[in-house]
């Protein structure tokens, strides 16, 4: 089983940055995507985006594309989500993820993931 541990978060005013960390343990080459997801209190979890390493392609959701960068340092085993230009609409619990083989959903689809980690709170205020 995959184990996954994120930190980084914390409180920023807009405009400011953040960079989350997710650091992966256990057979991570099972691991079709790493996630980045978060949900706001009342809201459903939504995809912040996805990497794909076979193709070392990554996929964002529209709202944080050209503000929000995935990256990874495969000796680390860490999936990093660099955040700039925060807006209070970001804030939420930030949580990465694991997809394995196996499903043809959408890229952005958290039903398709497993192995949450237990999620770092980021707050930004106007």
């Known amino acids: 089983q995959v184990q996954l541990v994120e930190s980084g978060g914390g409180s920023v005013q807009a405009g400011g940055s953040l960079r989350l960390s997710c650091v992966a343990s256990g057979p991570t080459d099972v691991c079709v995507y790493m996630g980045w997801f978060r949900q706001a209190p009342g809201k459903e979890r939504e995809a912040v985006g996805s990497f794909r390493p076979s193709i070392s392609h990554t996929y964002y959701a529209e709202s944080v594309k050209w503000r929000f960068t995935i990256s990874r340092e495969k000796v680390k085993n860490t999936l990093y989500l660099q955040m700039n230009g925060l807006r209070p609409e970001d804030t939420g619990l930030y949580s990465c993820?694991?997809?394995?083989?196996?499903?043809?959903?959408?890229?952005?689809?958290?039903?398709?993931?497993?192995?949450w980690g237990q999620g770092t709170q980021v707050t930004v205020s106007s």
């Open positions: 993820a694991c997809r394995p083989y196996g499903s043809d959903a959408p890229w952005y689809d958290p039903e398709s993931y497993y192995s």
